[in-house]
């Protein structure tokens, strides 16, 4: 079991810049790969990015590539999303993923969610 909690969302100007965090809690935390998703309002939860247990292989969105960074720290049990540039369609609530040995694209193959964490991008 794993239990996640984000933080660092908030309202920031187009062009600016956040970093997210999300704490797991529990232990093996470098036995999962993790993934940020995002939800805007009447909008289906999508992926925004992926990192794998300990190689730091990593996936995104196609439309995030190039702004954000995802990155992980096991030694703190701690995964981060640094986003760069950022424009008002990447307002959301982020939420931060689990899943045992793998990581992906695909919000079903996640098993442990965070609360999520509210960012909002003003033009």
């Known amino acids: 079991q794993v239990q996640l909690v984000e933080s660092g969302g908030g309202l920031v100007q187009a062009g600016g810049s956040l970093r997210l965090s999300c704490a797991a809690s529990?232990?093996?935390?470098?036995?999962?790969?993790m993934g940020w998703f995002r939800q805007a309002p009447g909008k289906e939860r999508e992926f925004v990015a992926a990192?794998?247990?300990?190689?730091?292989?990593?996936l995104y969105a196609d439309d995030v590539q190039g702004r954000f960074t995802i990155s992980r720290d096991n030694a703190k049990n701690t995964v981060y999303l640094q986003m760069n540039s950022l424009k008002p369609e990447d307002t959301a609530v982020y939420y931060c993923?689990?899943?045992?040995?793998?990581?992906?694209?695909?919000?079903?193959?996640?098993?442990?969610w965070g609360q999520g964490t509210q960012v909002t991008v003003s033009s």
């Open positions: 993923a689990a899943q045992k040995w793998t990581y992906s694209r695909n919000r079903n193959e996640y098993n442990y």
């Open positions: 529990g232990r093996a935390f470098g036995n999962y790969g």
């Open positions: 990192i794998s247990r300990s190689f730091g292989s990593t």
